[in-house]
C-alpha cells in the first residue's frame, strides 16, 4: 500500500485553510491532503484553537509547514522562543509557567546551554553503545514470545511497548520493579487527549494540566529518592551521573520528568509506526531483509513518513515576517513535522517510501539548539529492533487496522495486529 495524498481541492480548495489544530484527526493517520494545502497555499496559516474534549479554547496559532520555515523557526531560539509560552500547543496554565520553565525544553539559549552541557555529559557514545547488547537481547526474547504465542499478535502489546520503557529504564537506572510506574506517568502526559486516557478534573470540573506541579509530584519525589539511592550506590547509568554532577535537585527531578516522556513515548511510537510501514511495503522490506539496502539509511527513512512527534510550539520574541505572513509578538508558531517531513521541495516523490534516500534531511528530531538528545541512542533501537525482526520472521503481515493516538503531539500507535510470518524449517 503506497502512501497517497488526495488532491488540494478533496479538502476544500486551495481558498479554504484546512484545520489541523483537531487532535482527532491524527487517529486516523497523518492528515497529508491537509498539509500539502497548507504548504502550497497557506505555509504559515491561522488556527483556531477551538474548545475541545473539555479543554478551553485558547487564543489560535500559526502552523507552520513548509521544510525551509520549520527549520528557520527551530534554528532561531532568539525570535521563537521556548521559554515564553513554552513547547505545547495548549498554553499552559501562568501560574505552572516558572515551574514548567525549570524543564531545559522550556529554556532558551544561553540558559538552556547550561543543562543541555550538563546533560549530554551522561550521554556519552560510549555508553549508548553499551546498551547495545541488552537490547539486542531484549528484541530477540519479546520477538521469540511474541511468536510462540501465536503467529498473529498485537506487535505494540507484545513486543515495541516493552522495548522501548525497558530500554529507557536501562539507561536511566531505573530498578525493574518501578518500571510499571514510568510506564502509568508517561501515557498521562502524552494521552491526555485520548478517549482511553480520560482526564483528572478539578473541583470546577476543568480537566488539570497534565504537566501542572500537582500532577507531577509523584514522579519528582520518585526522582529524589532514586537520585539519593544512586549516591549511596552509584552505576553506570544515566541517573548516577546527573545525581553525582551539579545539576541541582529541582533540575535533576526535572530531566529525570524529560527524559521519562521525551525518551519512552517517542520511541514505542517510532517502532511500530517503522515496522508498519515496513509491512505495507512488503518489496522494500524484502529488499532490506535481503542486504540489498542499508539499515541505517532505513531507520532514518522510516523516521521520516512515521515521525513520533507531530508538532511543537514557539512563542514569537518581536514582530517579523515567516513566509511573508506578519507575525506579532506573543504570537504563537507551532511546526509540524510530519509536513516538514513531506515537503515536495526538499523531498523527491515525498509519499514514496525509498528506504536508501540520502540525503535524508527530515526534522524528525527536531533542528537547532534543542535537536534530540536521544536521537544516537533512538536509532540504536530502532536499528537493533528491525535487525532482530529481520533475522526472526521472513515477513511481516497487517491483519487488522492499527489503532492510533488522539493526539497532536505525538503520532502514537496503541494496536498494531501483525502476522510474524516464521523462516520455513530448514533440510
Ligand atoms: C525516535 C525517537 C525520538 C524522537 C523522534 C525524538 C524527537 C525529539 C524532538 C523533535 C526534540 C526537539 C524538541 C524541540 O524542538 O523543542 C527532542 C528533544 C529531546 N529529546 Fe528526543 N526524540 C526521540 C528519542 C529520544 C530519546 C530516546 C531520548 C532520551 C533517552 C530523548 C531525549 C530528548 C531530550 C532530553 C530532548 C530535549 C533537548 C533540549 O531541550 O535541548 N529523545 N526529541
Known amino acids: 500500500m503506497e502512501h497517497t495524498s488526495e488532491a488540494p481541492e478533496a479538502v476544500g480548495g486551495p481558498r479554504t485553510v484546512p484545520d489541523v489544530f483537531d ?26 484553537e477551538y474548545e475541545l474534549l473539555g479543554w478551553p479554547a485558547g487564543p489560535g496559532f500559526w502552523a507552520v509547514t513548509r521544510h525551509a520555515d520549520v527549520v528557520r523557526v ?19 496554565d501562568p501560574a505552572d509557567l516558572p515551574f514548567i520553565r525549570r524543564m531545559m525544553l522550556n529554556q532558551d539559549p ?7 552541557r550538563l546533560v549530554s555529559r551522561a550521554f556519552t557514545p560510549g555508553r549508548i553503545e553499551r546498551f547495545a547488547a541488552t537490547a ?27 522495548y522501548a520503557l525497558l530500554n ?37 470540573g476543568r480537566p488539570v494540566n497534565p504537566r501542572s506541579p500537582a500532577r507531577l509530584a509523584e514522579m519528582f519525589a520518585y526522582a529524589r529518592e532514586l537520585a539519593a539511592h544512586k549516591r549511596a550506590r552509584p552505576a553506570d547509568d544515566i541517573m548516577t551521573t546527573l545525581a ?15 527524559l521519562t516522556v521525551a525518551g519512552n513515548d517517542t520511541v514505542r511510537s517510532a517502532a511500530p509506526g517503522g515496522l508498519l510501514a515496513l509491512a505495507e511495503h512488503p518489496d522494500d522490506r524484502r529488499a532490506l531483509w535481503s ?14 513518513v512515521h515521525p513520533p512527534v507531530l508538532s511543537f510550539r514557539r512563542t514569537a520574541t518581536r514582530d517579523t515576517r515567516l513566509a511573508g505572513v506578519p507575525i ?10 510530519p509536513s516538514a517531513n513531506h515537503d515536495e521541495r526538499v523531498f523527491a516523490d515525498p509519499h514514496r517510501l525509498d528506504l536508501a534516500r540520502t540525503p535524508n534531511p527530515h526534522v524528525s528530531f527536531g533542528d537547532g539548539p534543542h535537536v534530540c538528545l536521544g536521537a544516537h541512542f533512538a536509532r540504536l533501537q530502532l536499528r537493533i529492533l528491525y535487525e532482530e525482526v529481520r533475522a526472526s520472521c521472513a515477513g511481516l503481515e497487517v491483519t487488522g487496522p492499527p489503532r492510533r493516538l488522539v493526539s497532536n503531539f505525538i503520532n502514537g500507535i496503541k494496536s498494531l495486529p501483525v502476522r510474524l510470518e516464521p523462516y520455513a524449517p530448514r533440510g
Open 23 to 48: 487532535p482527532r484527526l491524527y487517529a486516523a493517520g497523518i492528515p497529508h491532503d491537509r498539509f500539502r494545502v497548507l504548504r502550497d497555499h497557506h505555509p504559515v496559516a491561522r488556527q483556531e
Open 74 to 92: 527551530l534554528k532561531d531560539a532568539a525570535g521563537f522562543s521556548s521559554y515564553l509560552g513554552a513547547t505545547q500547543i495548549r498554553d499552559p
Open 110 to 116: 544561553p540558559h538552556h546551554g547550561r543543562l543541555r
Open 136 to 162: 539486542r537481547l531484549r528484541a530477540r526474547q519479546l520477538l521469540d514470545a511474541a511468536r510462540e504465542s501465536g503467529p498473529e499478535v498485537d506487535l505494540v502489546r507484545a513486543v515495541t511497548d516493552d
Open 168 to 204: 529507557l529504564t536501562d539507561l536511566l537506572g531505573v530498578p525493574a520493579s518501578d518500571r510499571g510506574l514510568l510506564h502509568s506517568w508517561t501515557e498521562r502526559v502524552i494521552a491526555y487527549q485520548d478517549p482511553d486516557e480520560p482526564p483528572v478534573l478539578d473541583a470546577a
Open 244 to 258: 553525582t554532577g551539579e545539576l541541582r535537585d529541582a533540575e535533576l527531578e526535572m530531566f529525570f520528568f524529560l
Open 291 to 304: 542486504g540489498d539496502i542499508g539499515m541505517d539509511t532505513s531507520v532514518d527513512e522510516l523516521l521520516r
Open 328 to 337: 506579532a509578538a506573543g504570537d504563537k508558531v507551532v511546526v509540524f513535522h
